[in-house]
T-cell receptor
Framework: QKEVEQDPGPLSVPEGAIVSLNCTYSNSAFQYFMWYRQYSRKGPELLMYTYSSGNKEDGRFTAQVDKSSKYISLFIRDSQPSDSATYLCAMTPSGTYKYIFGTGTRLKVLA | IAGITQAPTSQILAAGRRMTLRCTQDMRHNAMYWYRQDLGLGLRLIHYSNTAGTTGKGEVPDGYSVSRANTDDFPLTLASAVPSQTSVYFC???????????FGDGTRLSIL
């Protein structure tokens, strides 16, 4: 079993829809959680960074962490065609340099 | 614009050749990382450095070496390339352990 599981998609939604992207994990030591967006032939771009459980909002993006369920989510409101990309979750225990990434969910927002 | 610069952007290499991928950051981050990204496997850590002069092994270190002579540069060397090292290589940096990582745009390497 992988430490981090992420549905590969593709996930297709109409423009303006609310998108929910999710990752589950098995290591209860994970403390820091990140979401990245990756466009084709580009490097991952940091979207959200959260510590421990709770919610964090930044513009159209909301990140949620539920440590009791070992489940993290990224919500995108009012999705746009420019949001079409692959979204990666990542996580790491406190103070370490070894980050574990999900394999990514490919999102397509249709105009 | 501050960030990470990787070179070359792409390379085709004969098996058995030596190759060094370059990475430079201008954010004065202490930690730097090398990942490879393969379809279906995601990003896998090759080597990392938590500060200049110190390096550590990641998940897939075999066949690769790194050095960290100063804060800004973190080259990755393939001593004798093999076809299984065909991949997209990403360099990243962070202020410290557990801090968010920032990535370059990658080097696409094909070993024939």
């Amino acid at each position: 079993q992988k430490e981090v599981e992420q549905d590969p998609g593709p996930l297709s939604v109409p423009e303006g829809a609310i998108v929910s992207l999710n990752c589950t994990y098995s290591n209860s030591a994970f403390q820091y959680f990140m979401w990245y967006r990756q466009y084709s032939r580009k490097g991952p771009e940091l979207l959200m960074y959260t510590y421990s459980s709770g919610n964090k909002e930044d513009g159209r993006f909301t990140a949620q962490v539920d440590k009791s369920s070992k489940y993290i989510s990224l919500f995108i409101r009012d999705s746009q065609p420019s949001d079409s990309a692959t979204y990666l979750c990542a996580m790491t225990p406190s103070g370490t340099y070894k980050y574990i990434f999900g394999t990514g969910t490919r999102l397509k927002v249709l105009a | 614009i501050a960030g990470i610069t990787q070179a070359p952007t792409s390379q085709i290499l004969a098996a058995g050749r030596r190759m060094t991928l370059r990475c430079t950051q201008d954010m004065r981050h202490n930690a730097m990382y090398w990942y490879r990204q393969d379809l279906g496997l995601g990003l896998r850590l090759i080597h990392y450095s938590n500060t200049a002069g110190t390096t550590g092994k990641g998940e897939v270190p075999d066949g690769y070496s790194v050095s960290r002579a100063n804060t800004d540069d973190f080259p990755l060397t393939l001593a004798s390339a093999v076809p299984s090292q065909t991949s997209v290589y990403f360099c990243a940096s962070s202020a410290g352990g557990g801090q968010p990582q920032h990535f370059g745009d990658g080097t696409r390497l094909s070993i024939l």
